[in-house]
């Protein structure tokens, strides 16, 4: 999404300041009920202690980072783990995660107009798509992981809930499900409303949740694509989504996961790389307030040195 001029000043929401020290509560709200892989309610028992400060990759300008063994948790290095921060379209893992758990993947949605003037009226990215059309969930998902598009997340938010206010209810109690009491979300894209502030997690939860949404196949098959095109057909119009990680095909093995941006959050990446047999996942929080490409050059940082 685009990042306007960083605020100078904390802001508060709800009472949970940047920085916050005591842990937040979660919005109530009741699970999809689907079947749900081991590694989506683990709790994040391995994040307990970060290794020597002497062995740390070099150079990495990221407030929050962390990076973790993809199989099992373990964690390899970290930087303000439990520290809560915004993270911006990187809560779209969630809701993601939160639809494929639902299942109904060939279901066909209408964009509804809301959903089109919603992202025109908070200026967020867009997958461009247009009223009327009838996607599948499946094709929503596309818009939703690559381009990050917020006219898809309300699409699917709506659908899912139904309705906006129990869908992110709905992302809150998986939340609690998975044990991530540093992390609430008050909507399902990332957008800086109600506050800058209101939706946070930390790196150790943000790797939680990685870890959760890579454990399904379709999750893996949609963000470790460059692009995908839909061409047009009954109900709907052509589309082509380019995904805004600039890992995948940059960084040998890169397998995903997602960006995310506002003026709080500063760049952000949610990232994953495989190198034979050996998965690595991390993630960087506000790597930077106007250059993404350093988000970007962090993950490679710390990848480079997990590797070695």
């Known amino acids: 999404m685009r990042l306007p001029t960083r605020l100078a000043s904390l802001a508060a929401a709800g009472g949970v300041l940047i920085g916050w020290a005591a842990a937040a509560q979660p919005a109530a709200g009741s699970v999809v009920a689907a079947a749900v892989p ?11 202690s970060a290794a020597p400060a002497a062995s740390a990759p070099a150079g990495v300008q990221a407030k929050g980072a962390a990076l973790e063994n993809a199989a099992t948790g373990g964690l390899l290095w970290s930087r303000a783990l439990d520290t809560k921060r915004p993270m911006g379209s990187i809560t779209k893992v969630m809701t993601a ?92 894209d990332g957008l800086p409303w109600p506050t800058e502030y209101s939706t946070y997690s930390t790196p150790g939860d943000l790797l939680a949740i990685g870890r959760a949404a890579m454990g ?75 250059t993404r490409a350093v988000s970007f050059s962090d993950a490679e940082k710390i990848l480079n040195w997990g590797f070695r």
Not at 217 to 238: E, N
Not at 260 to 268: D, E, F, I, L, M
């Open 97 to 188: 995660l939160v639809v494929i758990r639902a299942g109904g993947l060939g279901r066909e949605i209408t964009v509804s107009a809301a959903a089109v003037s919603y992202v025109r009226k908070h200026d967020g990215s867009s997958a461009g798509l247009q009223a009327g059309d009838r996607l599948t969930t499946q094709q929503l998902l596309e818009a939703l992981l690559l381009p990050s598009g917020c006219d898809a997340a309300y699409v699917l938010a709506s659908a899912y809930g139904p309705g906006l206010t129990a869908f992110v209810a709905k992302m809150n109690a998986l939340a609690r499900q998975m044990r991530l009491g540093r992390t609430h979300f008050s909507n399902f």
């Open 216 to 290: 399904w196949a379709v999750f893996r098959s949609i963000v470790s694509q460059r692009s995908y095109r839909l061409a047009a057909g009954p109900g709907h119009h052509g589309y082509g989504w380019q995904n805004t990680n600039m890992l995948l095909g940059s960084y040998p093995g890169a397998i995903g996961i997602k960006t995310g941006s506002t003026s709080a959050a500063g760049y952000c990446l949610l990232f994953e790389a495989r190198r034979g047999s050996r998965a690595l996942i991390g993630i960087v929080l506000d790597s930077s307030s106007s």
């Open 38 to 48: 081991p590694a989506a309610v683990a709790p994040v028992s391995a994040n307990v």
